[in-house]
């Protein structure tokens, strides 16, 4: 009865674990998209010289541009003359090559997060269980693991895991964990 029970607490608790790490680690595709965001504004900024000129109106809009928002009548008085800032600000506004050039930019620092991210350790964990009962016997058996893989400068891979089975061999009675 000792035996059933611990069997069943286990399995709970296993399940219960699963569940709050899986809800705890779960992020929207949201947070993924402004968490990179970030990181590009953040590169973009830190990577920016003076020679490159005034750093303005360099972010990408997430709302598609559509024909009717060009309203150039808006921003020209009715006298028809504006200033050169002004003349500029309409121009970049609602020029397609600058847009391309500032996706393109927003493209190359997207990419260099990514190249970063392979180079930063990647810790890994999973939790496997299995529950048998067949007329005679009921068995459960799990297994966990816990590791991380890093690329390292010159291309290799460092891959470091450890199961809790081998763990319960260096620990425990080695019988009972190697089957």
Request: aromatic fraction near 12%; proline fraction near 3%.
């Amino acid at each position: 009865m000792f035996c059933n029970f611990r069997l069943v607490t286990l399995l709970c608790c296993g399940l219960c674990a699963a569940v709050i790490f899986g809800m705890a680690g779960a992020c929207s595709p949201e947070h993924y998209k402004t968490d990179a965001d970030k990181e590009v504004y953040k590169i973009i900024d830190s990577k920016w010289q003076d020679s490159f000129g005034q750093k303005v109106n360099y972010t990408i809009s997430d709302v598609p541009p559509s024909p009717n928002d060009v309203q150039i009548g808006k921003a020209v008085p009715s006298s028809g003359v504006i200033s050169l800032a002004q003349a500029a600000a309409v121009a970049t506004a609602h020029n397609r090559d600058y847009q391309r050039q500032k996706e393109e930019l927003y493209l190359t620092a997207l990419d260099l997060t990514l190249e970063r991210h392979q180079f930063v350790a990647q810790w890994f964990g999973t939790f496997d269980s299995t529950y048998n009962r067949d007329s005679e016997d009921k068995t459960l058996a799990y297994e966990s693991e816990l590791g991380f893989e890093q690329l390292l400068a010159d291309g290799a891979q460092i891959s470091m895991s450890i199961a809790y089975d081998w763990l319960r061999y260096l620990t425990g009675d080695p019988r009972a964990s190697i089957g």
